[in-house]
């Protein structure tokens, strides 16, 4: 029997395996302070068990200082398998063990923290964000160990905490604190995000601004328009003149999808309570996801021309300051040695073609990429993450982790 066939048999029986891990993961609550949580601890106490059951070279606990959490930190488990070759480039799989809260209840048809399986589907908080991309990728590699077979090349499995908040105590620590763990020449996977069929690479993200708009007029009486000036109409007008922003920055990138950059108002703060006053004060938002050809800043001194006018015109005065914004990092090249490594194991497992993809913004990947590392996020995932009843597949799990030890064998490919 080939080689591979004897592992991906091995594969196709871990259905109870992946119940049980998918059991014990989802029942210990792994939610940070920001969370209302106190981290990832007693989630990171087992799964550095399961790890240490592959026998690693190497396994470390790097601790990220958070006065907030358990202990005074939060754990980030660092695990290597050198195979022979330390030098050689070593295929990372990045995965998170923080989730989000479950959010309203009531949505919930089961416990969240205890999962249902229900045939294929599994159903808890955190089944699919992240756990369905870290025992994948775990699966993969216990089965290629359980097969009395070395991995064709170095290997390392990085579960991290605090991905859900901002990665302060998570990836961003690991790469300020011990930028040494991670090569150019990696490959780096984070299975964090992917479509139903399991074929998109997600190598580059657009720029992210969070615009806050104030517009502020005069409160009056309604009966009496002449003794104010109707902030609301000047919010109407403003936010009508910002369609403009659609034309003035109209490229397009086949690559994203949708391929054009985004421009949508959507917050708008409460004004008057009552409908026989009008309003002297509107605050609206706008999210923009700009494609990373425009600088963020072109797009801000345009919003701000457009206002300065129309406050002229409408006799008002309006603000537009940045309210969150990232720029985002150089893309991983489309022919980058993971997106290759990734494409060829997908066409092997899954017989379909998988193609290097951008998105709206806002993996963890940004970090790896800002740092001058690589990275290509994938998975095959029903994106139900952050939602009620979330969900993920047993078969999706088990495709995937036979993609995973095809990029760990590397030879077979
Ligand atoms: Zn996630």
């Not at 901002?166 to 992917?194: Q, T």
């Amino acid at each position: 029997m080939s080689v591979l066939k004897k592992v991906f048999q091995k594969i196709d029986g871990y259905r109870d395996e992946i119940i049980t891990l998918q059991t014990e993961l989802t029942s210990r609550v792994a939610l940070g302070p920001k969370n209302k949580g106190t981290g990832e601890h007693e989630k990171a106490r087992y799964l550095r068990d399961c790890l240490e059951a592959l026998q690693p070279d190497d396994l470390q606990e790097i601790k990220a200082p958070d006065t907030q959490a358990e202990d005074g930190y939060r754990p980030n488990l660092v695990t290597r398998w050198y195979t022979g070759d330390k030098i050689g480039p070593t295929v990372w799989v990045l995965s998170h063990m923080d989730i989000v809260p479950p959010g309203d209840l009531s949505l919930w048809e089961t416990d969240p923290y205890q999962i249902k399986v229900d045939g294929d589907k599994i159903i808890g908080r955190g089944v699919e964000d992240n756990q369905h991309g870290l025992i994948s990728s775990y699966l993969g590699l216990k089965a290629i160990l359980a097969s009395g077979i070395a991995p064709g090349r170095p290997l390392g499995l990085a579960l991290v905490a605090d991905e859900e908040t901002g990665s302060e105590y998570g990836l961003d620590y690991l790469l300020k604190n011990h930028k040494e763990l991670f090569r150019p020449d990696d490959l780096i996977i984070v299975p964090d995000g992917g479509n139903e069929e399991g074929t998109m690479i997600e190598v580059a993200e657009k720029s992210m601004l969070w615009l806050k708009c104030t517009v502020t007029g005069r409160q009056c009486h309604a009966s009496m328009p002449e003794k104010g000036n109707n902030s609301l109409y000047g919010a109407a007008r403003l936010i009508v003149a910002l369609e403009k922003l659609k034309e003035a920055f109209d490229q397009e990138d086949d690559m994203f999808s949708p391929p054009m950059s985004t421009f949508e108002p959507t917050k708008m703060e409460a004004n008057v309570p009552n409908v026989n006053t009008i309003p002297g004060k509107d605050v609206f938002y706008m999210d923009c996801r700009i494609l990373p050809r425009y600088p963020n800043r072109e797009v801000i001194a345009f919003v701000e021309d457009i206002s300065r006018k129309l406050a002229k015109e409408l006799n008002l005065s309006i603000s537009v300051e940045p309210h969150y914004q990232q720029d985002a990092p150089d893309p991983t090249p489309a022919d980058a040695p993971v997106v290759r490594a990734l494409e060829k194991a997908v066409k092997m497992v899954k017989g379909l073609d998988a193609k290097p993809m951008g998105i709206g913004g806002g993996t963890v990947a940004a970090f790896f990429r800002k740092a001058g590392l690589p990275a290509a996020v994938w998975i095959t995932t029903q994106d139900s993450a952050h939602q009620p009843n979330e969900y993920c597949l047993i078969s999706d799990i088990i495709s995937d982790a036979k993609v995973f030890a095809c990029l760990y064998l590397d030879q077979y490919h």
